[in-house]
């Protein structure tokens, strides 16, 4: 059986207005937000000078930008230990508000081990 054409138009309304009535949930979720990030040092001190504080951060979803901060790149690093691969660091990424406050409270921990780099999972940041 072959619904009629306004009946389809109206489904599609109505679970456009569902959707617009639950972004407010979706926005905190982030699903397009990185769910983790790979930092150095350098990096690592950029973003805490940068997003360091609440009243720098506004909005739901943060694009952060650290491409113009990093300084390690221009320097010729050493070899890798064969055990273990040095990811390359993300200079650019977006954040959920929550992630930027998960993010600084891990990168000001003394658990962290950022050289040569290391990979810092924010999918429980929520």
């Known amino acids: 059986m072959k619904l009629p054409a306004s009946i389809i138009h109206l489904r599609s309304a109505l679970t456009a207005v569902a959707l617009c009535l639950a972004a407010p949930a979706f926005a905190e979720d982030c699903p397009i937000c990185a769910e983790s990030v790979v930092m150095n040092g350098d990096l ?20 952060v930008d650290l491409s113009r901060c990093e300084k390690s790149r221009g320097i010729v690093s050493a070899l890798p230990t064969p055990t273990r691969a040095v990811e390359e660091p993300d200079t650019k990424f977006l954040l959920s508000r929550s992630q930027v406050q998960c993010l600084r409270e891990k990168l000001e921990s003394d658990e962290l081990v950022l050289d040569p780099s290391a990979r810092i999972d924010l999918g429980s940041c929520g």
């Open 44 to 63: 690592a001190s950029c973003f805490l000078q940068k997003y360091g504080g609440n009243a720098v951060v506004s909005g739901s979803m943060i694009a």
